[in-house]
């Protein structure tokens, strides 16, 4: 974790983070390699991900973006372009809302889901998910710690 952390307050603690795309980044940008309206046909994809997921309060700019976890919650970045690092806090969500989150590997394909109080779910993925796993068991590290409290 060599890259600043923008807009994080001054007491608040960075645990993990790691680099996201939205659910079906992998198979899209696959799919659209072989079309014509590649880049297209990749944020139709994103877009139909994004309304879901800002309703369940899940806010992102574009398609790639970085997910972290402070010891206030998650927090979710945009990315630079170069390097992907992050660039500037796009949402928060309290580990109050979130009731259960998972991570599983998919061949190359690492998914993390989000399932919130509200009944809503959503999903994220990475290629290399090692930081995404570790991720989500840090997340589960946080809620089972809130509700032994």
Do not use: C, K
């Not at 976890?69 to 969500?93: C, E, K, Q």
């Not at 061949?107 to 991720?135: D, K, M, Q, S, W």
Request: glycine fraction near 8%; proline fraction near 5%.
């Amino acid at each position: 974790m060599a890259a600043p952390t923008p807009g994080l307050e001054p007491d608040e603690h960075l645990i993990a983070r790691a680099p996201a795309s939205f659910r079906g980044a992998a198979a899209a940008s696959v799919r659209s390699t072989l079309a014509l309206g590649a880049a297209r046909r990749r944020l139709d994809a994103y877009y139909a991900w994004q309304v879901p997921a800002a309703v369940a309060g899940f806010s992102t700019i574009g398609p790639e973006f970085v997910v972290g976890l402070t010891d206030r919650g998650l927090v979710l970045w945009s990315t630079s372009f170069w390097f992907s690092r992050p660039r500037a806090i796009t949402g928060r969500i309290a580990l109050a809302d979130i009731h259960e989150v998972a991570a599983v590997r998919h061949g190359i394909v690492t998914g993390f889901a989000i399932a919130f109080r509200n009944g809503a779910i959503v999903e994220v993925e990475a290629i290399r998910g090692r930081r995404l796993r570790h991720l989500a068991a840090a997340v589960r590290d946080r809620l089972a710690d809130a509700q032994a409290a």
